[in-house]
């Protein structure tokens, strides 16, 4: 199983949103293809997630908006793919002191997503900047991936902590998030295929016979 897989599956994805395919970037060094929404570095307006309260009242000395995007790793040098990682950047007037992020779609249950490292916080212009990097362990990824998630017609989010605050995802960065999801479980079961049948081939073959004395 290689990378040729994911690049199947992404000439498979609808054309009708070029903002919600997929782009690929290869790092030479470490022979690593990273995946990721195609959209995942545009934070324009067309970009912003406001809270449902804050929408009608923005301005510039009450403001805060919500980037989310998705990025998985597949190695060719160890032919195995990394965990599916979830990249919230908050910027705003104020601080949020976000430490987890609560997920809920549509009428469904909510779930958490924690972060394995402490969050980044930079004071910026105007403003102030929160970062939070988020690998998957398989239930979060499972939770985050499952039908009821990738199909919802509304995702709302909270980055809980200090100061809770609340957005819903916008339509671009949903229908990323299920294109980044889709293909990552697809190269993820792929994987697993390939390593059941590794496992049986392995144990049908007949040992060596030692060295006769």
């Not at 992020?101 to 102030?128: C, M, R, W």
């Not at 919802?152 to 990323?176: H, M, T, W, Y």
């Not at 293909?183 to 049908?204: D, L, P």
């Amino acid at each position: 199983m290689n990378s040729v897989i994911v690049a199947v599956f992404l000439a498979g994805l609808p054309a009708a949103d070029n903002d919600a395919r997929l782009s690929s970037s290869h790092d030479e060094m470490t022979e690593v293809t990273w995946y990721e929404s195609s959209n995942a570095a545009d934070l324009s307006a067309a970009m912003r997630a406001f809270a449902l309260s804050d929408a009608k009242s923005y301005s510039w000395s009450s403001w805060r908006e919500v980037f989310v995007s998705l990025t998985f790793g597949y190695s060719e040098r160890e032919e195995r793919i990394g965990p599916l990682v979830v990249q919230i950047l908050y910027d705003g007037s104020d601080w949020v002191f976000a430490d987890r992020v609560v997920v809920k779609a549509d009428q469904g249950t909510p779930f958490t997503l924690l972060p394995t490292n402490s969050p980044e916080h930079e004071i910026a212009y105007k403003g102030v900047k929160e970062k939070l990097n988020l690998p998957l362990d398989k239930k979060e990824t499972n939770n985050l991936c499952s039908p009821a998630v990738t199909k919802a017609s509304s995702i709302k989010l909270r980055l809980a902590g200090g100061r809770p605050f609340d957005f819903v995802l916008p339509e671009v960065q949903r229908i990323g998030l299920a294109n980044v999801c889709e293909a990552y479980m697809a190269v993820t079961r792929s994987e697993n295929r390939n390593q059941k049948k590794s496992s049986k081939t392995k144990k049908g073959e007949r040992p060596a016979r030692g060295r006769s004395l």
